[in-house]
T-cell receptor, first 116, second 116 residues
């Protein structure tokens, strides 16, 4: 079974600064996908960024980038130029690469507060 | 187009009552997932539908939980004889494909169930 660990329950950052959220996972699979989801206080979860395990290049989406270390099973999220709208819960999630359906396995989340 | 919608958004039930939670996925989406999110936790997989077929229900916590998607679109999660431990947010997600791949899951706003 896969597990996802987020060791930072809460993080704070000031507007315009950079913050890194940590995530580690445990799996015996070689092919899989990793995701960061954002859940604002309204609770609708939205995808921030995803990474295919077979790709060595780290994924980037505008101000969001990841540091994917496959050997260490680490998948951290860096948010640059933090904005007030980035305040939310952030969940790291794992998905097996399978011929069947794909359920997400989530970590417990990191609450990020961006202050002015 | 419209996103995933869920109703009701909030539900208070007395212990022992039956409840039904509705999910309207994005039109045309093949895959539909139900997740349970306890307070302070990440979402946990409950069950998966590909069109009208329930392909996995391994995450349902007990036989009091039942889900259906009879016409391959709207889905209902039913909980019989609710218990306090059923209190959680129930999230529905849909995805456009049923095959393997990093297809994004689009989440609804959730139904917050409180059992008193």
């Amino acid at each position: 079974a896969q597990t996802v660990t987020q060791s930072q329950p809460e993080m704070s950052v000031q507007e315009a600064e950079t913050v890194t959220l940590s995530c580690t996972y445990d799996t015996s699979e070689n092919n899989y996908y990793l995701f960061w989801y954002k859940q604002p206080p309204s609770r609708q979860m939205i995808l921030v960024i995803r990474q295919e395990a077979y790709k060595q290049q780290n994924a980037t989406e505008n101000r969001f980038s990841v540091n994917f270390q496959k050997a260490a099973k680490s998948f951290s999220l860096k948010i640059s130029d933090s904005q007030l709208g980035d305040t939310a819960m952030y969940f790291c999630a794992f998905m097996k690469h399978d011929t069947g359906f794909q359920k997400l396995v989530f970590g417990t989340g990191t609450r990020l507060l961006v202050s002015p | 187009g419209a996103g995933v919608s869920q109703s009701p958004r909030y539900k208070v039930a007395k212990r022992g009552q039956d409840v039904a939670l509705r999910c309207d996925p994005i039109s045309g989406h093949v895959s539909l997932f139900w997740y349970q999110q306890a307070l302070g936790q990440g979402p946990e997989f409950l069950t998966y539908f590909q069109n009208e077929a329930q392909l996995d229900k391994s995450g349902l916590p007990s036989d009091r939980f039942f889900a259906e998607r009879p016409e391959g679109s709207v889905s209902t999660l039913k909980i019989q004889r609710t218990q306090q431990e059923d209190s959680a947010v129930y999230l529905c997600a849909s995805s456009p494909r049923g095959l393997a791949g990093p297809y994004e899951q689009y989440f609804g706003p959730g139904t917050r169930l409180t059992v008193t």
